[in-house]
Structure formats: C-alpha cells, structure tokens
T-cell receptor
Framework: SAVISQKPSRDICQRGTSLTIQCQVDSQVTMMFWYRQQPGQSLTLIATANQGSEATYESGFVIDKFPISRPNLTFSTLTVSNMSPEDSSIYLC??????????????FGPGTRLTVL | AQSVTQPDIHITVSEGASLELRCNYSYGATPYLFWYVQSPGQGLQLLLKYFSGDTLVQGIKGFEAEFKRSQSSFNLRKPSVHWSDAAEYFCAVGAAGGGADGLTFGKGTHLIIQP
C-alpha cells in the first residue's frame, strides 16, 4: 500500500478565489488521480495526472478550472480556480497500487474538505 | 461507458445481524471490482477487490463479496455486523488491463447499525 497525505485537510474560501491542494505520496507512483466528492454524493473522477505529461480530464472538467501539476513521481497539486459555492466538496487524491502493472487498485488520501462562501 | 449501481441508499441493520449490500455494474469487458468504506470524516479504505479467479473474495474486517458475471453483481456481505461498521460503503469498477483509468463509483450505501 501507499501512504498519501493531503494539504490542507480543510479550508474555507471566498467566492472568486483559488485554492491549491497538495498530494504527497511516500513512494514513487506512475498514476495519480484526483476525485471530487460533493456533499452527500459519490466520488467523481476529475483527472488523471501522469508525471511529465499533461493531465487527462474527464468530461465536465476543464484545465482552466482545475489545473493540475505533476512535477515528480511522488507529488501532485490540484488547483480549484475562481471558486463558487458549487465547488464546495471533498477533493481526494489517489494513487495506483505500488508496483502496478496494475490491476487498477487505488489508494486514497484523507481528502481536502473545501467550503466556498 | 462503465457504470455502477448501488440500489440501496440507506440500510439499517441490528448489531450482530447479517448484512448484504448490493452492487450492480455495467462494463463491456472484464471488470475489476472494488468495495471501499468511508467512515465519518475519514478517507476511503479498500475492503476487498476482485480481479479474476475465485468469485468469492475475502476482505478485511470480516467482509466478503461474490462476483456473479451472469447477474453483473458484486454484493458485499458480512455474517455479523458490529457497531463500528456504521459507515458509507462504495462499490467501484475499474478497467481491466492497467492503471490508465480511474475508478467509477456507485452512489454509496449508508449503513446504520441499531443497538
């Protein structure tokens, strides 16, 4: 398994501002993923982040709103830009299983709880 | 496109009673299936997974799940629940063959344990 940490764990932000969420893994991983969990809802994949290439976004998510960086094999950031109250969610980072030729097993970070006023 | 259906939004079970949480999936090829648990204020923890082989898989905390291809189901079971099992349970499906894709999650089942 992998140990994943996220910063911040929670934040309250004003409408129109941006927040960058950090995800740190204790081992090198190829695939990192960002999910959103809206209040009372399930998880929805935002994008897949590979080191050295542009992130791949799912339908309904765009780079201008959710820019992602992946500078190395243990770290990634997700920025939520120009926030509105609809962006209030838990944002989770996940990584593919270590050693992954991969059966697509993923481990999740603790999440960042974002509230936008 | 793949999808996951968890038909029960809430389930209430008495402590010590048996539990079954339903999950149906739609996927065009061989699916990889997962059950995750999310306790209040906590992250997601993997309970068990199915990739291939024996269709009855054992997980942590006394949970098991059975893959039934003919029914496109992957129901989670536990013979005797404990109060600490109260949580949100998510079924998820992933693409076979490699980690190029994220997971598709069901909407979750909220498990309530009655004393």
């Amino acid at each position: 398994s992998a140990v994943i940490s996220q910063k911040p764990s929670r934040d309250i932000c004003q409408r129109g501002t941006s927040l960058t969420i950090q995800c740190q893994v204790d081992s090198q991983v190829t695939m990192m993923f960002w999910y959103r969990q809206q209040p009372g809802q399930s998880l929805t994949l935002i994008a897949t982040a590979n080191q050295g290439s542009e992130a791949t976004y799912e339908s309904g998510f765009v780079i201008d709103k959710f820019p992602i960086s992946r500078p190395n094999l243990t770290f990634s950031t997700l920025t939520v830009s120009n926030m509105s109250p609809e962006d209030s969610s838990i944002y989770l980072c996940s990584v593919e299983a270590r050693g992954g030729v991969s059966y697509n097993e993923q481990f999740f970070g603790p999440g960042t709880r974002l509230t936008v006023l | 496109a793949q999808s996951v259906t968890q038909p029960d939004i809430h389930i209430t079970v008495s402590e010590g009673a048996s539990l079954e949480l339903r999950c149906n999936y739609s996927y065009g090829a061989t699916p990889y299936l997962f059950w995750y648990v999310q306790s209040p204020g906590q992250g997601l923890q993997l309970l068990l997974k199915y990739f291939s082989g024996d269709t009855l898989v054992q997980g942590i905390k006394g949970f098991e799940a059975e893959f039934k291809r003919s029914q496109s189901s992957f129901n989670l079971r536990k013979p005797s629940v404990h109060w600490s099992d109260a949580a949100e349970y998510f079924c998820a499906v992933g693409a076979a063959g490699g980690g190029a894709d994220g997971l598709t999650f069901g909407k979750g089942t909220h498990l309530i344990i009655q004393p």
